[in-house]
């Protein structure tokens, strides 16, 4: 099987180039998603040639990343689809795992809770406890047995991805991918990962940043979701030409 492995990034200048080495180590089709950054990441992206490297212009967010990988996966023909963060939270030398194991399921999900590694940190508070809300609210809506809901170190079957229209441009996006894939019925199981948190502070982008404010979001995105699996029709024409419109 043909696997892509994609990276969205952000201002990650700081641990671009270190990613991306140990990344091309192991596999040899690698795409960046450069989601309009500001800092030196273009300069750095600009001088490899081992990677394939689409720009956002401007930034578009997290999940708007992520449904380019998606869809270039999908026009170039790949079977398979690893996505991991380049802020060094996940760990290149896991992706053979990630290949193994998806060879039996639609998605395999890191999770950082679902065994314990030595080397792992605690997660910051406020984080955690969304993370235990709303992948137990997903669980008892989808039927899962999710341990987190949020990791982005993830294995796709391309064919079974192609099939979802998503909508949802930030952070939340896989909040919508969760329910989206639960309605097409696709196979999905977790894999452990360490748990490593770097002394960066993380912006979710204006409100967002406030803890209340990003849990109500997400459960509106939930909700909308729902809605949307269950009348189409409440799509609007815009919703839909967001869902299939290239993004670069």
């Known amino acids: 099987m043909r696997y892509l492995t994609a990276v969205p990034v952000y201002n990650e200048e700081q641990h671009v180039?270190?990613?991306?080495?140990?990344?091309?180590?192991?596999?040899?089709d690698v795409l960046v998603i450069d989601d309009g950054s500001t800092d030196g990441t273009a300069d750095r992206l600009s001088c490899r040639d081992d990677v394939f490297v689409l720009r956002h212009k401007p930034n578009r967010g997290y999940g708007a990343a992520l449904k380019t990988a998606f869809r270039f996966a999908v026009e170039q023909r790949y079977d398979g689809l690893i996505t991991l963060d380049c802020d060094g939270q996940h760990q290149p030398q896991l992706i053979p795992d990630f290949v193994r194991v998806a060879s039996q399921w639609d998605i395999v999900s890191g999770s950082r809770y679902l065994s314990s590694f030595e080397s792992d940190a605690p997660a910051p508070a406020e984080r955690r406890?969304?993370?235990?809300?709303?992948?137990a609210e997903l669980n008892d809506l989808l039927g899962f047995a999710?341990?987190?809901?949020f990791c982005g170190f993830k294995a796709y079957r391309v064919d079974k991805i192609a099939r979802l229209n998503l909508i949802e441009d930030g952070y939340a996006m896989p909040l919508e991918l969760w329910v989206q894939a639960s309605n097409a019925g696709l196979r999905?199981?977790?894999?452990?990962?360490?748990?490593?948190?770097?002394?960066?502070?993380r912006s979710f982008g204006d409100s967002l940043d406030d803890a209340g404010v990003r849990l109500a979001h997400y459960r509106k995105?939930?909700?909308?979701?729902?809605?949307?699996i269950q009348d189409?029709?409440?799509?609007?024409?815009d919703e839909i030409a967001m869902a299939n419109q290239v993004e670069c």
Do not use: F, G, K
């Open 17 to 28: 180039d270190e990613v991306l080495n140990a990344i091309t180590s192991i596999t040899s």
């Open 129 to 135: 406890s969304i993370n235990l809300q709303i992948t």
């Open 221 to 228: 995105v939930i909700t909308d979701s729902m809605q949307r």
């Open 232 to 237: 189409p029709s409440s799509w609007c024409c």
């Open 146 to 149: 999710l341990t987190d809901a």
């Open 188 to 201: 999905i199981t977790e894999l452990p990962v360490p748990r490593i948190y770097l002394d960066e502070r």
